[in-house]
């Protein structure tokens, strides 16, 4: 059996073709244009293949209650002319198969549940921090929902006292993707992160403000494993800072080995590589296959 996969960026499209075990048969990039051209040529691609079924991680914001007129929509994007795109809807009529859809940070942390770093846990969240930071959080067994999806790469942070930088994000002047993500880092220091490798302060800033969100998801959503990615986490270093601020924060609070004796362990880059939002759509599409097989 064949399950297609999209990850769907904002600057990029990813779309593979995967067996029921996650074995990777073949994939192609492509940038992201206009939806007509993009989705086009996807569809085009997916109908070389005889898939099962198809699983969508999206950028977003997304509408993903199935009992909303505008379920499987990408809503009220940023994103020139993808606002109300149908996406869901446009593959399901393109070729006539189940099509599992969530955000894009969602569709990671099912990938690392099912295949890498989190393996075997029922809980546990996924931090991507690049351009912006997106959080998918896996609960209890289940990615969760609620009124929307998780914003929680939009939690509110305290300032570091010698930090006067205004923040990058439009809508909040203290959150986390305002002052920690990758664009913040530039315009802050004026220099991409990538050359600022050698400079200290730079990641021991960033470590400051990652680590307050790490210490609030463990508060809050008592994970089992916490994966942190993109673009800013390739600074190797970062790893280290995060995982002993987190420990002075939760100032032995929470009382658990892992946050202690086995934090290197607890806090981890992800064990997929590249590959956690490929493989975590086509997750998505194989559940969706299940829920139409037993309806």
């Given at each position: ?230 673009g800013v986490m390739h600074q190797k270093k970062l790893f280290a800072l995060v995982r002993s601020q987190v ?27 590249e590959d956690p939002g490929i493989l975590g759509a086509v997750k998505l599409g ?10």
């Amino acid at each position: 059996m064949l399950i297609g996969g999209i990850e769907a960026g904002g600057t990029k499209m990813v779309c593979a073709v995967a067996d029921e075990n996650g074995n990777l048969k073949d994939r192609i990039s492509m940038p992201t244009r206009q939806p007509k051209e993009t989705l086009g040529e996807l569809v085009s691609y997916l109908k070389k293949w005889e898939i099962s079924a198809l699983g969508i991680g999206c950028f977003g914001p997304l509408d993903l209650n199935p009992c909303s007129d505008t379920y499987g929509y990408i809503t009220k994007t940023p994103k020139a002319g993808w606002e109300n795109c149908n996406i869901v809807g446009i593959f399901k009529e393109a070729l006539q198969i189940p099509v599992g859809f969530d955000t894009d940070v969602n569709g990671a942390i099912l990938g690392e549940v099912t295949w890498g770093a989190a393996k075997g846990c029922d809980s546990a969240v996924y931090v991507t921090i690049g351009t912006g930071v997106g959080v998918g959080v896996y609960c209890n067994g289940k990615l969760l929902h609620g009124l929307v999806h998780p914003e929680a790469g939009h939690i509110f942070l305290a300032r570091h006292p010698k930090d006067h930088y205004a923040g990058r994000c439009p809508f909040h002047p203290n959150c986390m993707e305002g002052l920690a993500s990758g664009p913040a880092i530039e315009e802050r220091w004026g220099k991409p992160a990538a050359s600022l490798a050698e400079n200290s302060e730079v990641w021991e800033l960033e470590a400051f403000y990652i680590a307050q969100a790490v210490a609030d998801y463990i508060l809050t959503y008592s994970p089992q494993k916490i994966i942190l990615w993109g673009g800013v986490m390739h600074q190797k270093k970062l790893f280290a800072l995060v995982r002993s601020q987190v420990k002075e924060l939760l100032n032995g609070y929470v009382h658990h080995k892992s946050l202690y004796d086995g934090i290197e362990d607890y806090i981890v880059a992800p064990a997929l590589g590249e590959d956690p939002g490929i493989l975590g759509a086509v997750k998505l599409g194989m559940l969706e296959l299940e829920k139409s097989s037993s309806c």
